[in-house]
């Protein structure tokens, strides 16, 4: 046998042995049919109609099996947009299924024939005036123990909520590097969470910055309206007597001109009496990510839309630590303006307080909550000095809206007991009825008229930097440098 013969029999068998551990790898996180990764999502109208996403780990039919009440309804429901897509070494699915009754339990399972999945369950909306759902953020792990802290946070909040829950939404960063790994451990930690309940995802920077098509290709989304689907997705849907709109703040490194202009029409297009926007990047934080231009240009670009807009809630994650503000309009304090929640980190990683960001780039006086779940520092309502042991450990949320009152609770669980602890709970309050939709008309943007705002965006947020995110830096620097010497922090 000469040499080029065992080279090449040398590299056939390294590729066999990899191929094989591949699959390996993914059959050990996959059920008895092959099949992982499930994920049921809002898709459209929360009524009648929900997404679906899996992997199996060989090429397989897309099907999908809808029950209620132990009956198979599937032929009776429209199936729509079966996607069937090899993805990193495994095959991705999609279905869209349409025809729901509304305020309805189904159970449903994936495959065909003896090989089907763990069976699943979901609600539809009743279109009440009721909305209960659980509200988590930065999961961010890359070992299954560490996932495993998030899960068990989110797991809390299942049960507080109980058989109300109508969704759950995940702030972004699912995982640290948006990896094969990372999300297959995502997988195994939530398996019975994603099977039990309809998911709102909200793509973060580690899900979609540099690591094109994954947010994508592991949800079924309506992308009917997002201005890109590259590195994340925006979309919007209607539950209860409440529209929510999710933002992709990967957009450009932040939300693009085109973005935000599809959000004002969105949201004037609802005359819904709440009207929510969900994302991943935060205006205001004392987080070491709240010194960047990207937090400051979304005080600036977004909250001006919010205000056009009559937006009552923002909800966001990415500095993880929990914050709230006081209802801001045109960034002061105002009564009847937009609140800002930070909504803290489910996960493990957790950040200190940036004493040198107060009033250099959010400031002390829009502050009504704050709690570093880190160390347990938190603002007393004068300074941030006073410290809890029992607000140290994962946060998770809980959104409830009743008619014309909206109750927002946070809570951490400590790490190493179940106790629960209550660290923020507000409530706002409105007149339902008289919201009004005052535009009517496409909220989609054509691939020129992105092209031509991408010009726009990247401009403007030069202009930012220069004109007013650097003489911030600037002022802060001796403080700045003062933290990092003394503390270690930046």
């Not at 898709?43 to 199996?56: A, E, H, L, M, P």
């Not at 997988?187 to 969470?193: G, R």
């Not at 160390?375 to 007393?380: L, R, S, V, W």
Request: one cysteine or more.
């Amino acid at each position: 046998m000469t040499n080029f013969t065992k080279k090449c029999l040398s590299a056939l068998l390294a590729v066999a042995v990899m191929f094989t551990f591949t699959v390996a790898s993914f059959a050990s996180y996959a059920d008895d049919a092959g099949i992982f990764r499930i994920s049921c999502t809002v898709n459209g109208d929360s009524k009648t109609q929900r997404g679906f996403c899996w992997y199996t780990v060989n090429d397989s039919e897309t099907k999908i099996s809808i029950y209620k009440n132990g009956s198979d309804v599937t032929d009776e429901l429209t199936l729509s947009g079966a996607v069937s897509e090899k993805w990193q070494g495994c095959y991705m699915h999609k279905i869209t299924v349409s025809g729901l009754e509304a305020g309805t339990d189904y159970t449903y399972k994936i495959g065909d024939g003896a090989d089907l999945s763990r069976e699943g369950s979901f609600t539809t909306d009743d279109g009440d005036d009721e909305v209960n759902a659980v509200v988590f953020a930065d999961i961010q792990a890359s070992s299954i123990e560490n996932f495993n802290v998030g899960a068990r946070a989110v797991t809390t909040a299942y049960r507080m909520v109980g058989d109300k829950l109508d969704f759950a939404v995940n702030l972004g960063d699912f995982t640290n590097d948006s990896t094969d790994e990372e999300w297959n451990y995502y997988a195994e930690a939530f398996d019975k969470i994603n099977l039990t309940s309809t998911l709102v995802p909200v793509a973060g920077n580690h899900d979609g910055l540099g690591k094109y098509h994954w947010f994508n290709n592991m949800f079924n989304l309506d992308t009917s309206k997002s201005v890109q689907n590259l590195n994340g997705v925006n979309y919007s849907f209607d539950y209860g007597n409440a529209h929510f709109a999710v933002l992709n703040t990967n957009d450009m490194l932040t939300v693009s001109y085109s973005q935000l202009k599809w959000l004002e029409k969105d949201m004037n297009s609802s005359s819904s009496d709440w009207k929510i926007v969900l994302m991943h990047k935060t205006p205001y934080s004392l987080g070491k990510d709240g010194k960047w231009p990207d937090a400051m240009y979304l005080q600036e670009a977004l909250s001006d839309v919010c205000d056009k807009c009559g937006v009552d809630l923002v909800l966001s994650g990415h500095d993880h630590q929990y914050l709230r503000t006081k209802p801001l309009t045109n960034n002061e304090v105002r009564d009847n303006g937009s609140v800002y929640v930070l909504c803290g980190t489910a996960g493990s990683k957790r950040y200190e307080i940036r004493k040198f960001a107060v009033d250099n780039f959010t400031q002390k006086s829009f502050i009504n909550t704050m709690v570093a779940q880190k160390d347990g520092f938190y603002f007393n309502g004068t300074d941030f000095d006073s410290q809890s042991d029992e607000y140290i450990g994962s946060c998770f949320n809980t959104l409830r809206i009743k008619g014309g009152e909206l109750e927002f609770k946070s809570y951490i669980i400590s790490d190493d007991k179940d106790e629960v602890t209550l660290i923020d709970d507000f409530t706002l309050s409105k007149q339902t009825g008289e919201g009004e939709a005052t535009y009517d008309g496409d909220t989609s943007t054509g691939t020129l008229e992105y092209a031509a705002g991408g010009v726009g965006t990247v401009f403007g947020l030069l202009t930012f930097v220069i004109t007013k995110w650097l003489p911030r830096v600037i002022k802060a620097l001796p403080e700045i440098i003062g933290s990092y010497i003394s503390e270690g922090v930046f």
